[in-house]
């Protein structure tokens, strides 16, 4: 994590491993390591699959939608970045494709009987600087997700 000077919150480095997904971010699409011999998605971005250990691992294009794992409702902030946006929610949301990605919920109410588990969302981009774009999910509406 290093800091921005335009952006007050901690960004993330690009790694080796991850930089293809963050270029990826910045474009708006949302990609994630995928394993031809297992035919499953992964995710953290490894070099490796880390079922079956082989090497020749690709990137395919996420769908972008999925469903709220759990989700937490933060009323103190961790980092003083935070401090004027608190209550916020972050989430582990299960995507289609499988892989959970731990991320932040927007557009919707920071309230328990506002966000639950099995929500349908799907994933938008935040601009955070120059070349940083974060992958957050907003609330589908039930009937949008097939
Ligand atoms: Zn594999």
Do not use: N
Not at 46 to 57: G, I
Not at 80 to 96: D, G, H
Not at 106 to 112: A, T, Y
């Amino acid at each position: 994590m290093a800091q921005s000077r335009s952006y007050a919150k901690p960004v993330p480095e690009p790694s080796p491993e991850t930089r293809f997904f963050w270029e990826k971010c910045r474009q708006h699409e949302l990609w994630l390591p995928y394993c031809p011999r297992c035919q499953r998605f992964f995710w953290y971005p490894r070099d490796f699959c880390p079922r079956c250990f082989a090497w020749d691992v690709e990137w395919r294009r996420a769908s972008g939608r999925g469903r709220v794992y759990t989700f937490a409702i933060h009323y103190r902030a961790f980092h003083p970045a935070w401090e004027a946006e608190v209550p916020y929610v972050t989430a582990i949301v299960e995507l289609e494709e499988g892989v959970r990605l731990y991320t932040a919920l927007v557009e919707v109410e920071p309230e328990p009987g506002k966000v639950r588990c099995d929500m349908p969302v799907e994933v938008v981009f935040e601009d955070v600087d120059e070349r940083t774009s974060l992958p957050k999910f907003r609330p589908l509406p039930e009937d949008a997700h097939a």
